[in-house]
């Protein structure tokens, strides 16, 4: 496991965006594990720049999302897709037929799941899995408790993530109650991993996940078990580690 403390949320990003570039430079037809949240939005933003610049190309990226709400569609503001789109996808040559998120309008949840588990193993597995971190040590929509062993699933959120995503949202009662997810199984499948934590907030989840015992209660704690993980966290997530 490497952790490389960041400044702040600007220099956390700069060096995740980094690794990611790294990745599609050495590999170009590579597929990328994304995330969405507030974490990843700076990555996005620097890739973005890059990527303008002529740094970067995404022709033949195949990318996979961690998650989206279920009862949410593309044209959303709050969907997942519409996050990927306006941050990322939009800006840069990615093919957007190759880009998936789980449909969260689909009706018949096992088979969604059971199409994006083999979406992702048609595409040959993640090659670098990017994650933000819960406060609550949740990873992707893999809430407290859940089990290890599973793939892409409904879940139920906790009032914890409820209350934590709001601020997105209008009105607390707008936030969905369900979110298709990857399991932590799929998210371990990855061939590298890199986690981006940033602010206070996250600190006490940080540490336990790098520190703490290896549990369900803290999904992220899973981690510790994965050969290629790469932590980016900034000093305020930072700030209960004796570093
Ligand atoms: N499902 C997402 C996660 O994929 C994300 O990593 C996490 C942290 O979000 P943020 O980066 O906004 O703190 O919570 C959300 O609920």
Redesign the pocket.
């Given at each position: 496991m490497i952790i490389y403390k960041a400044k702040d949320y600007q220099d956390m990003s700069r060096k995740a965006a980094n690794i990611i570039s790294a990745q599609v430079i050495m590999k170009p037809n590579c597929v990328l594990g994304l995330?969405?949240?507030?974490?990843p939005i700076g990555t996005y933003e620097q890739l973005v720049e890059w990527y303008n610049k002529g740094d970067l190309d995404f022709s033949k990226v195949t990318s996979i999302n961690?998650?989206e709400y279920k009862g949410l569609g593309p044209d959303n503001e709050q969907s997942y897709r519409y996050f990927m789109d306006t941050h990322l996808f939009n800006h840069v040559n990615i093919n957007k037929s190759r880009t998936f998120v789980p449909d969260g309008l689909a009706q018949d949840t096992e088979k969604a799941c059971a199409e994006y588990n083999q979406i992702i193993a048609q595409a040959g597995g993640i090659d670098l899995q990017l994650?933000?971190?819960?406060s609550n040590g949740?990873?992707?929509?893999n809430e407290p408790g859940a089990v290890f062993e599973q793939e892409t699933h409904c879940v139920d959120l906790t009032e914890s993530?409820i209350e934590?995503?709001k601020r997105f949202f209008s009105r607390i009662e707008d936030v969905p109650r369900q979110a298709y997810s990857m399991g932590i199984k799929s998210i371990m499948q990855a061939k590298k991993i890199l986690v981006i934590v940033s602010g206070e907030s996250k600190a006490n989840a940080l540490k336990q996940a790098l520190h703490g015992p290896i549990t369900p209660a803290l999904p992220a704690s899973i981690l510790q078990l994965h050969n290629d993980v790469t932590f980016v966290a900034d000093e305020a997530a930072m700030s209960l580690l004796d570093v």
């Open positions: 995330a969405t949240g507030s974490s961690l998650d994650l933000g971190l819960g949740h990873i992707g929509f993530t934590a995503n």
